[in-house]
């Protein structure tokens, strides 16, 4: 009797039987008993609920208004827009923005199985009975101490994460095309997000207590460059880079910053992460991350690091500097409670969905690709397609028109640094004017509905086309286990404002490029760079 079709994720909404009968009351049309189903195909029309329910109503009241309009915006250039004007990264498979672009392209999939005795040893000893599989970086070991007037003592007792933040934070600027210590007394903020680490070398040395805290992590550019924004460490798990990146735009909006470097950074580099990751039913027994497939079974975690560097947009066009692309609005928000700490709610993500939307202008119908949390669990991926198809039904009917994927089917879960570095696999995509392949994916989830959606699973690399204003509009997800939510639009601009005359000298003209390094070495390592 109920015309009614209730997502599985409806059912880890709500944490008591009163709850969840109050939302299925509130959707629900309730047919006269003399109606039958026959009598529905026949076309009668059911008769919908004269109120909701009170409990439902406490529940939508912080929630944005519906309407069924649809937000019509212009391109161009938006009093709020905060442009990328640089960027790095580093993860499994990939040293820089150019070879991720390479493995996101070639639908690579850089998990591997972990072959270190000694961690396998320590898995034997806590019955870990799986083939664990990461998304492991290359050369985590190394480092510049000398470069950074650093001492081989103290580098001995930084935590990996500082180092690799501090140099990807660095050649961030550079890609941004400016000398790092041009920089120096500027309001120059630097947003990281990091989450705690296991220490592998401690002692109770001042340096190891130096090493080891997240605080310091964001502080050490801002100490070598003479940086002197706010340098904040933010934790909020998987969604700590975009969460990072929300809070830079909100400081550049608000002119506390004149320039923002935010991002994250994630290494597993103990194996007892993954003994607990393990006991907690997290990992997938299978070793291969398959977001929004039916075959999906758990996560595969991976090393990361991101950064960019952001600008107002009206400053970065004023002092000619190149953009990548333009974020258009972000946001964030707390599921609060759910049916357990770590149990997302489809209902937080729409309305933070929704909210940044309207906030912003933002016409969800020129939105062509979502670059998604996608972390290939039963759960969480249909909660997020949930969320996104409630968050459009607010603005638009239209069904399977809009990409959707997740990098951590490349590289695996990269935790503090995953929502940034899905941020820099749009912008290359955008760059690149492609749609990037969502890899692993056979057969849609049995829990998830895509023909009802506006969203498809986009599995190959295909041409990205322009809007008639020539742009091209994104969005990107990113939640963390803690139950805070961060989500942003961003576009790539129709147009190039500089002209030639504007440029240091004309296309085809030849120019000298001074590198320096402090070895012979480095400085062929710069040259190939």
Not at 135 to 144: H, I, K, N, P
Request: glycine share 8%; net charge negative.
């Amino acid at each position: 009797r109920f015309n009614l079709h209730l997502p599985t994720s409806v059912m880890f909404e709500f944490g008591n039987l009163d709850a969840l009968a109050a939302y299925v009351e509130s959707k629900a049309e309730i047919l006269p008993p003399s109606i039958s189903g026959s009598a529905l195909a026949d076309g009668a029309a059911p008769a919908p609920l004269a109120a909701l329910a009170e409990s439902t109503a406490a529940l939508s009241d912080s929630a944005p208004a519906a309407t069924s309009d649809r937000i019509v915006t212009s391109s161009g250039r938006h009093e709020e827009d905060i442009a990328i004007i640089g960027l790095s990264c580093r993860c499994a498979g990939a040293n820089d923005p150019q070879a991720l672009w390479a493995l996101v392209a070639n639908a690579r999939d850089c998990i591997s199985e972990v072959r270190d005795s000694s961690w396998i040893e320590v898995f034997d000893s806590h019955a870990v009975n799986a083939r664990i599989c990461r998304g492991e970086m290359a050369e985590v070991d190394c480092f510049d101490a000398a470069f950074f007037n650093i001492s081989p003592l103290e580098a001995q007792a930084m935590d990996v994460v500082q180092r690799i933040a501090l140099e990807e934070c660095y050649h961030a600027i550079e890609d941004a095309g400016y000398a790092p210590n041009s920089l120096a007394g500027r309001r120059v903020g630097v947003i990281m997000g990091a989450m705690q680490s296991a220490p592998v070398h401690q002692d109770c040395s001042h340096f190891s207590m130096l090493g080891q805290d997240n605080s310091i992590l964001a502080a050490r550019l801002s100490y070598f460059l003479d940086l002197k924004g706010p340098s904040l460490a933010i934790n909020t798990a998987c969604s700590s880079s975009l969460v990072a990146v929300d809070l830079a735009c909100r400081k550049l909006k608000s002119r506390e910053v004149d320039v923002a470097l935010a991002g994250g950074v994630a290494v597993f580099n103990h194996p007892g992460s993954f003994v607990s990751m393990y006991n907690a039913g997290m990992l997938s027994p299978t070793g291969r991350c398959r977001p929004f497939d039916r075959e999906a079974d758990g996560i595969i975690v991976g090393d990361g690091v991101g950064v960019v560097v952001l600008k107002r947009l009206a400053d970065a066009e004023r002092d000619n500097d190149h953009v990548y692309c333009v974020i258009r609005g972000s946001g964030t928000n707390q599921d609060g409670r759910t049916s357990g700490i770590t149990v997302p709610s489809f209902m937080a993500q729409a309305d933070l969905e929704i909210e940044v939307y309207r906030k912003h202008r933002i016409d969800v119908e020129a939105i062509q690709y979502i670059e998604a949390h996608g972390t290939a669990t039963k759960l969480g991926d249909p909660v997020e397609v949930h969320a996104i198809s409630q968050a459009f039904a607010e603005f638009t009917d239209k069904k399977q028109f809009c990409g959707i994927g997740s990098l951590k089917a490349n590289i695996g879960h990269t935790a503090a640094a995953a929502g940034v570095l899905s941020l820099i696999k749009v912008c290359l995509s955008m760059q690149k004017g492609q749609m990037p392949p969502s890899i692993n994916w056979q057969a849609a989830n049995e829990h998830i509905d895509f023909s009802a959606g506006p969203v498809y699973v986009n599995a190959e690399l295909k041409a990205w086309p322009e809007h008639a204003n020539g742009s091209r509009l994104a969005a990107i997800s990113s939640f963390g286990f803690s139950g805070t939510n961060a989500h942003a639009v961003v576009e790539q601009r129709a147009v190039d404002r500089r002209s030639s005359r504007d440029l240091p000298f004309r296309n085809g003209e030849r120019a000298i490029v001074v590198l320096s390094a402090r070895t012979s070495g480095q400085l062929r390592q710069q040259a190939l760079q």
